[in-house]
């Protein structure tokens, strides 16, 4: 591990965006006086009755939820997306703007309300992983789907507006900002290199084995080098594979392990439900080839000193560049420290 990454301010190159990312291990000493998150201590109850997204329930729009065993998904009540939404462009000077469809979906991952991935076992999860399978193939045939984006947004910091375990796919037309930046990269690399810029890059990553958290025999858990976030991670399939289709069904138990044993380290860090926002980015179904697409998923956790103490991404982040205390290494040391050896 180079020695002056971890005491002087430099910069990151984020190999999949194109963009750079400050980080400034020296302010980790700063003491905090800022804003302090509220943690609720109190145990959930496995059902409530005033849930939306409890099995049995009557939503905001009169649909009663099924009495679901395992996962359920519904289209969203109030999707940010329009199915019907008439076409139209506005071309007017610097004034630009264009229609955009798209299908929005909720996923609850169990009717238990008081869960959360971190407490799902493997092949709990797997069936989520599946259900992802399926929304992914179902909504990319559609002709007007071009991109579908699978995430979750956990704990109330991160605006989870429901605490019963869930997430959301929103599909739409066109590819949204972040994946153009990273099909963009991903392509250049590929029509240099003729393989995978996320293959190559995992290759470096187990050879140093400084952000190293966990892998099985299909994935690998990781800090990114250039990640954002205080305890940001990565979990990257071994294989080139462009999308979670490529996937066998020992490798999706293996990636639920993955999700399984980041999540539970995630809870031991602080002691708390650890709030992340997670998506998964992968090939656009827009009928091209899209081989230059290695798929991965990414969580982005605000935390940084206590479950109280939350990164806020302002000022010099909102007019400059990211910018992060904690270094990648001591981020990847911190959570390894709580992945049981076995």
Known sequence: MNSQLQDYSHKRFNILTG?????????????????????????????????????????????????????????????????????????????????????????????????????????????????????????????????????????????????????????????????LKKDTQQLNYFRKKNTSLLKDYLIQELEKNERIIYKNKAFVILVPFWAIWPFEAMIVPKKHQKNILEMNSDETLLYAEAISVLTKAYDKIFNTSFPYSSGIHQAPTNNKDNTHWHWHMSFYPPLLRSATVKKFMVGYEMFGTPQRDITAEKAAKTIKNFIPLH
């Open 19 to 179: 963009e750079w990312v400050l980080v400034s291990p020296h302010r980790a000493k700063r003491p905090w006086q800022g804003q302090n998150e509220e943690t609720s201590k109190k145990k959930r109850e496995t059902y409530n009755e005033n849930c939306y997204l409890c099995a049995g329930n009557t939503r905001i729009n009169g649909e009663i939820n099924p009495d679901y065993k395992d996962v359920f998904v519904f289209t969203n009540d109030f999707a940010a997306l329009q199915k019907d939404a008439p076409d139209f462009k506005l071309n007017d000077g610097l004034l630009i703007a264009e229609s955009e469809k798209g299908i929005c979906k909720v996923i609850c991952f169990s009717p238990d309300h008081s869960k959360s991935l971190a407490d799902m076992t493997p092949k709990e999860i797997k069936k989520v992983v599946i259900a992802w399978q399926n929304e992914y193939k179902t909504l990319g045939a559609k002709a007007f789907i071009n991109y579908v984006q699978i995430f979750e947004n956990k704990g109330a910091v991160m605006g989870c507006s429901n605490p019963h375990p869930h997430g959301q796919i929103w599909s739409q037309s066109t590819l949204p900002n972040e994946v």
